[in-house]
């Protein structure tokens, strides 16, 4: 039998006493790195993403550290897995106390007539769907756990504000993810729920060698770019995240400072 949320809350202290996090996408890139930093700093972290081995092995090196971190694989395009995640959440910890949705992916670089409508899908299914079922979620948990808030952050991204060439999905969905941040951040108020967005820029990451290869430029010319030190995405997520409720980041734009995104291209 399910236990009810508030006997969970009341059984609390012998699960954990740190504040509670869920990291989406969290075996590889910024979801790892932000991890990582939320465990040293004293979370109890749920790593959760589609493929179970980096979960695994992030989860045993936190663990060998004396760090409380549970592996939970989950597809959060998928609505009946992201309740078991969130159930596995409130049956082992009573409350959720941040959730970072970092989970996405991009399609394929072409033109919008080239795409088709099953890669269109897959980058809204995950990139914004599943933004939407995990904060659905965390929110349920948030509003009726005892003490009631949490905090919801969004990763956006430069795309956020403008798009690279040949990438119509990824940034039609991250332009989306501003309008999901902003209403819930509204509608959190009444049950002290902060939600924040952070917009990252060439975080250096597996997903961004590519930049340092060269990449298209809004202009049809391929250039080089620099890239920063993906642990300054982790510090930054980590300041929004140690907030007291009482305040928000709402949008943080965190970049490599010489990126083409700030002027003409």
């Not at 996408?25 to 932000?34: D, E, H, N, T, V």
């Not at 939320?38 to 695994?56: H, I, Q």
């Not at 919801?152 to 040949?166: E, L, Y």
Request: proline share 3%.
């Amino acid at each position: 039998m399910t236990e009810s949320t508030q006997e969970i809350t009341q059984d609390r202290g012998q699960n954990t006493a740190r504040k509670v996090a869920i990291v989406t996408g969290a075996g590889s890139g910024i979801g790892r790195a932000c991890a990582r930093k939320l465990l040293a700093n004293g979370y109890a972290v749920v790593l959760t993403g589609r493929r179970a081995e980096p979960l695994d092995a992030l989860a045993a090196d936190a663990r060998a550290a004396g760090q409380e971190a549970l592996a939970v694989p989950c597809d959060v395009s998928d609505a009946a897995a992201v309740e078991a995640l969130f159930d596995t959440v409130r049956q082992r910890y009573g409350r959720l106390d941040l959730l970072f949705n970092n989970a996405g992916r991009n399609a394929k670089a072409v033109d919008i007539d080239e795409l088709s409508v099953e890669d269109w899908r897959a980058v809204v299914d995950t990139n914004l769907t599943g933004v939407f079922l995990c904060t659905r979620a965390a929110f349920a948990l948030m509003k009726r756990q005892n003490p009631q808030g949490g905090r919801i952050i969004n990763n956006g991204s430069i795309s956020a504000h403008a798009p690279r060439p040949f990438s119509i999905a990824y940034t039609a969905t991250k332009h989306a993810i501003t309008g999901l941040t902003k209403s819930v951040s509204l509608d959190g108020r009444r049950y002290d729920i902060a939600c924040g967005q952070i917009d990252i820029g060439n975080a250096g990451t597996e997903m961004a060698e590519r930049m340092a290869r060269g990449v298209p430029q809004a202009n049809g010319e391929i250039a080089v770019e620099p890239l920063m030190d993906v642990e300054l995405v982790a510090d930054a997520v980590l300041h929004m995240a140690q907030l007291p409720l009482a305040a928000n980041v709402q949008f943080m734009t965190i970049m490599a400072t010489k990126m083409p995104f700030v002027g003409r291209g």
